[in-house]
């Protein structure tokens, strides 16, 4: 079956970095989109970044040009470096996967295009 299994998590003070990786498994992971979404208490989960099967990426406007998401198609591994951090990215961040017929940027940072979801590791960015 599909794993989706994240690390990196953590605390770091504003403007700091931290790296988000997710091991995947159970699945051909190269002909899968792979996206990284974020829930914050209260607030619905959004999409914040996803990298389709032919390296197509998609970013959400309020991380663009701080975070990047990239994938290893050899280690089955996806990633997201994440830069110049702000208290407002302070949440849970999931990892997801799903062979998406239709690629666009409203389809790959939606969370009902996914079937697939890991565990999630905590981002907490302090002032």
């Known amino acids: 079956q599909v794993q989706l299994v994240e690390s990196g998590g953590g605390s770091v003070q504003a403007g700091g970095s931290l790296r988000l990786s997710c091991a995947a498994s159970?699945?051909?992971?190269?002909?899968?989109?792979m996206a990284w979404f974020r829930q914050a208490p209260g607030k619905e989960r959004e999409g914040v970044a996803a990298?389709?099967?032919?390296?197509?990426?998609t970013y959400a406007d309020s991380v663009k040009g701080r975070f990047t998401i990239s994938r290893d198609n050899a280690k089955n591994i996806l990633t997201l470096q994440m830069n110049s951090l702000k208290p407002q990215d302070t949440a849970m961040y999931y990892c997801?996967?799903?062979?998406?017929?239709?690629?666009?940027?409203?389809?790959?940072?939606?969370?009902?295009?996914?079937?697939?979801w890991g565990q999630g590791t905590q981002v907490t960015v302090s002032s």
């Open positions: 997801a996967a799903d062979w998406l017929g239709y690629y666009s940027d409203s389809v790959a940072l939606s969370p009902g295009s996914y079937n697939y």
């Open positions: 159970g699945y051909t992971y190269s002909r899968y989109c």
């Open positions: 990298v389709d099967s032919d390296g197509s990426t």
